[in-house]
């Protein structure tokens, strides 16, 4: 090889860059979802596969000093990106494979997430550098860096949003890693075929291709199969959206739902959480006509609301639609929330209720949050007072909300901060517990306006658990689901969410919904 590259060979380096900083963000953010789908820590898995990542692509690069000092660099160098683009291939088809494994063994999960992460980030930050090097020697050092550089970003770009839109919810995790192991190879098989001194790796990268495609085809059952293992009961759907991992087990009549790992309800004992989190509210208001439901995309609240003969109509605002199509479509699901999606008195909304709940067509009579436990910025704000203060905008001058509120009994500090959050505005707050089986007890947080007085009425049907000598034991608050220091404890905001270490404190222990 000569020191000279053909115009067509730089085009080749060029492209090699960008694909290969997409493929980089790409494996980043995959890593990421993984950990944080596994541990069960969204805020803390970003921290370290993204601080890891980067520290060790920096590492990479600086190891790209040492190479290639013969008399003959070019070759060398090209040789040494070959093996980079050889190397990461099996580690982004197997290293995600493996994470699922070593979790399903009950293995040593962090320590193989930052050995994994640095693995690909050394191997990644080379990259750069090596085709810089190569490129140098044909242009000067200013133009090889500004073009390098802005494909490499271009390409940030790419891979930051082609996972989240198209990757995940398309492919899901697995295909994913297995269609991403395609883009080292694939520039390892053209580098070969452009450039002549790697002539000799032509048919061992162009072999390699069918064989990654083969194995990823078969990675879908093998991630099925490890998947299953993580339940204790037989996985009868799993579909990956773009916000989470939706999985439905069944063992003899009991349905559970679970959203990244997290046990969301349990059929056997699901009407004690979604009457209590509902008809207390309901029961507040003399008439309830206009509901709104925040998240409870599996209608099972809903099914609670539409038994109200008041009820006129309902706002449904949930973010993912997945579980809206597994609710109204799984026959296990369309039974338990009694096909209540079908009733002509909803309206289903689909995005971000922070966003959404100022254009809905209130007032309304009753607001009844069902989010997820607030263990990450996103869910957070949805408990901010920025949150609660766009909502008191929606309740009519007799409305009623109720949030749940996560365990009182192991996390404390969530529910008093969720009510000190409420409490920021115009609102009289009354905490409730009720015992749920699969979960322990668990909090609610019920809100009206100051000026208004708390009564109950009757409830008009019979309920399965819920009557008005439950609902006066749920109002009798224990003294130990109080924080000691409840003087000490903050307001969630959206510039501070607190809330998220409150939850986190006592993470190891509690029941996680």
């Known amino acids: 090889m000569t020191n000279s590259i053909a115009p067509s060979q730089v085009r080749v380096l060029m492209m090699t860059a960008m694909l290969s900083s997409a493929a980089g963000l790409i494996l980043e953010l995959l890593l990421v979802t993984q950990a944080s789908y596994l541990a069960g820590n969204a805020t803390v898995a970003t921290g370290v596969v993204v601080g890891t990542f980067l520290a060790a692509m920096g590492l990479g690069a600086w190891l790209t000093e040492f190479l290639a000092v013969s008399t003959t660099p070019q070759p060398a160098l090209l040789r040494c990106l070959l093996i980079v683009e050889l190397s990461l291939c099996p580690l982004c088809f197997l290293g995600p494979l493996g ?5 399903a063994m009950d293995g040593p999960l ?5 050995m994994l992460t640095v693995l690909v980030g ?6 750069l550098p090596l085709i810089t090097r190569l490129l140098e ?25 082609a996972f989240p839109l198209l990757l995940l919810p398309t492919l899901g995790l697995l295909p994913t890693a297995a269609a991403l192991s395609l883009v080292p190879i694939g520039c390892a098989c053209w580098l070969s075929w452009s450039f002549d001194d790697l002539r000799r790796w032509r048919r061992g990268t162009l072999f390699a291709i069918p064989l990654i495609a083969t194995g ?20 009868i759907s799993r579909v990956q959206s773009r916000y989470q991992r939706i999985v439905l087990t069944r063992r003899r009549g009991d349905i559970r739902l679970y959203l990244d790992g997290n046990l969301q309800f349990s059929s056997r004992d699901e009407y004690r959480y979604h009457e209590a989190l509902v008809h207390p509210a309901m029961a507040a208001h003399p008439k309830p006509k206009n509901v709104l439901l925040l998240g409870a995309g599996d209608g099972l609240a809903l099914r609670e609301v539409l038994r109200w003969p008041s009820v006129e109509h309902v706002e449904l605002i949930e973010l993912d639609e997945a579980i809206l199509t597994m609710a109204q479509e799984h026959p296990a699901l369309q039974r338990l929330n009694q096909n209540s999606f079908a009733d002509p008195r909803v309206h289903i909304q689909v995005g971000d209720a922070f966003g959404l709940i100022a254009k809905m067509p209130g007032p309304f009579d009753v607001v009844i949050a069902d989010f997820p436990d607030p263990d990450t910025a996103a869910v957070a704000r949805l408990y901010s007072v920025g949150f609660y203060n766009r909502l008191i905008k929606q309740l009519d001058s007799d409305g009623v909300f109720v949030t749940q509120a996560s365990t009182p009994f192991f996390t404390p500090l969530v529910l008093a901060s969720i009510e000190k959050s409420l409490q920021h505005l115009p609102l009289q707050t009354h905490p409730y517990s009720v015992t749920v089986p699969s979960f322990g007890p668990w909090g ?19 309920a399965k658990w819920f009557d008005h000598a439950q609902l006066t034991r749920m109002l009798e608050f224990p ?33 996680i919904r």
């Open 99 to 103: 994470l699922f494994q070593l979790f």
């Open 110 to 114: 962090w320590l193989a997430v930052v």
């Open 122 to 127: 050394v191997l990644g930050g080379m990259e």
């Open 137 to 161: 020697t044909q242009q000067q050092l200013r133009q090889v860096l500004a073009r390098v550089l802005a494909l490499d970003y271009f390409g940030s770009l790419l891979g930051a949003l």
């Open 216 to 235: 990823g085809f078969f990675s879908i059952p093998m991630g099925d199969r490890i998947e299953d293992n993580l339940y204790s009961d037989p996985v």
């Open 444 to 462: 609610f947080v019920l809100a009206h306006r100051e000026s208004q007085q708390l009564a109950f009425q009757t409830v008009p049907f019979e």
């Open 479 to 511: 003294r130990d689901y109080r924080p000691s220091d409840r003087d000490s404890v903050r307001a969630n905001r959206l510039t501070r969410p607190i809330l998220i270490d409150y939850q986190r404190r006592d993470r190891w222990s509690a029941p």
